[in-house]
């Protein structure tokens, strides 16, 4: 079964899995050319209808997202409501004008295995998006009130991968279901935390 939305902070998408807990509670910037439906994989619909009348822009950019079947990453600080409609229009462009009428920008994402397209979202005040190509492989991982230190560890495990969390940061229960690579995961987990990742001699750590 295949399934399409989105969650802000948090990758979701039609090949990419649902992480339905992760809302808090992310190579194309806006400005640009839209990525064309050409370019897009043929089970993605050309066109779509979206009315909003006072939406949760969250609300809005899931809408968006399930008639595309596309991927997006919101970052968590993204807010407000909208009042927009698109009858009819290439899903690149309602995600361009959509994106553009709050002053957020769009980068593509490269991740391995995925077909559909996939986006990060954010503020264009914040930075670009840390990463814009996943290669790690996929994992199937649900946290619930599980200390940080605890999830990064079984995650370290699932990527085979060296990742530690530093001794600065506080160790807290977090929320988080994953099904999808892990590196994304990774950047995810970073995202809707607060935190950063430094990679040195092979190892990431997880920062403040």
């Known amino acids: 079964m295949r399934m399409s939305s989105i969650v802000r902070g948090a990758v979701l998408g039609v090949a990419l899995g649902l992480t339905a807990c992760a809302h808090s509670d992310s190579p194309h910037a806006l400005g640009g050319t839209p990525p064309g439906p050409a370019a897009a994989p043929a089970e993605v619909p050309a ?3 979206v009315v909003f009348d006072n939406e949760d822009i969250y609300e809005a950019f899931r809408a968006l997202a399930q008639q595309a079947r596309i991927s997006l990453f919101l970052d968590p600080d993204i807010e407000g409501r909208v009042t ?3 009858h009819a229009v290439p899903w690149p462009d309602a995600l361009a004008a959509l994106a553009q009428v709050h002053r957020l920008r769009v980068e593509r994402l490269t ?6 397209p996939c986006f990060w979202v954010s503020r264009t005040s914040s930075p670009p998006a840390p990463q814009t190509e996943f290669t790690g492989t996929r994992v199937s991982l649900r946290f619930d009130d599980t200390p940080i230190r605890e999830a990064v560890r079984q995650l370290a495990e699932a990527a085979k991968t060296p990742i530690v969390v530093d001794e600065g940061v506080p160790d807290v229960p977090i929320t988080l279901h994953l099904w999808l690579p892990w590196d994304l995961g990774l950047a995810h987990l970073a995202q809707k935390y607060a935190l950063h990742l430094v990679r040195t001699n092979g190892t990431i750590h997880v920062a403040r």
Request: charged share 15%; glycine share 8%; net charge neutral.
């Open 47 to 49: 066109r779509i209808d």
């Open 84 to 86: 927009w409609s698109a």
């Open 111 to 116: 991740v391995h295995g995925v077909a559909a």
